[in-house]
């Protein structure tokens, strides 16, 4: 079983940044991909980043590209999400988590950090 803990969410004003914290515990597989997704209120969830946890190759949705950026540290077991240049609009709870390289489905998820953006 895997564990994802994120935090780092909060207010903060339209152009502002934050920076969320994913920390990735238990029975990981060798290879596996974190994402991050969001959901806003009467939205639908959506895909924000991912990155390879090997290769560190990452992803972005097209709304957040060149504003947000994906990193990891091997050392904390822990992924972040850079969010620069912050708009009403990314306002969300925002939620981290694991699949296996391969799997289709991300399996295992946070309970979610939320974020918003005032104008």
């Known amino acids: 079983q895997v564990q994802l803990v994120e935090s780092g969410g909060g207010l903060v004003q339209a152009g502002g940044s934050l920076r969320l914290s994913c920390v990735v515990s238990g029975r990981t597989s060798s290879n596996y991909v974190v994402g991050w997704f969001r959901q806003a209120p009467g939205k639908e969830r959506e895909s924000v980043a991912s990155?390879?946890?090997?290769?560190?190759?990452?992803s972005y949705a097209d709304s957040v590209k060149g504003r947000f950026t994906i990193s990891k540290s091997n050392a904390k077991n822990t992924v972040y999400l850079q969010m620069n240049s912050l708009e009403p609009e990314d306002t969300a709870v925002y939620y981290c988590?694991?699949?296996?390289?391969?799997?289709?489905?991300?399996?295992?998820w946070g309970r979610g950090t939320q974020v918003t953006v005032s104008s």
């Open positions: 990155i390879r946890w090997v290769s560190g190759s990452t």
């Open positions: 988590a694991h699949r296996a390289m391969g799997a289709p489905d991300f399996t295992s």
